[in-house]
């Protein structure tokens, strides 16, 4: 079992690049799959981002470009750094894991609290 605990979620300006951390206990951080939601205010939870134990990754259309995952299985944190951030991509930012995973943000088994974003226009 894994548990994650997200941070680095901030109020920024239209245009800002915050960097989400998200932080896993136990040692078989690499051996996870690792992602990222957000749920935006009155909308469901959607994908963001995966990054999988070989490093590859995938992304949804609308951050492409503009937001990098990435993973330090020495540290057992995975990355979200955001760059010209857009008022709607306020929410909450959930961490999630899981293994064996085949498509993207799909069969994530553990999930952290999540970590609020707000860009303002």
């Known amino acids: 079992q894994v548990q994650l605990v997200e941070s680095g979620g901030q109020l920024v300006q239209a245009g800002g690049s915050p960097r989400l951390s998200c932080a896993a206990s136990?040692?078989?951080?690499?051996?996870?799959?690792m992602a990222w939601f957000r749920q935006a205010p009155g909308k469901a939870r959607g994908f963001v981002a995966t990054?999988?134990?070989?490093?590859?990754?995938y992304y949804v259309d609308s951050v492409k470009g503009r937001f990098t995952i990435s993973r330090d299985n020495a540290k057992n944190t995975v990355y979200l750094q955001m760059y010209s951030l857009k008022p709607e991509d306020t929410g909450v930012y959930y961490c999630?894991?899981?293994?064996?995973?085949?498509?993207?943000?799909?069969?994530?088994?553990?999930w952290g609290k999540g970590t609020l974003v707000t860009v303002s226009s």
């Open positions: 999630a894991a899981g293994v064996g995973t085949v498509v993207a943000g799909r069969g994530m088994n553990y």
């Open positions: 990054i999988w134990t070989d490093g590859s990754t």
């Open positions: 136990g040692r078989t951080f690499s051996s996870y799959d």
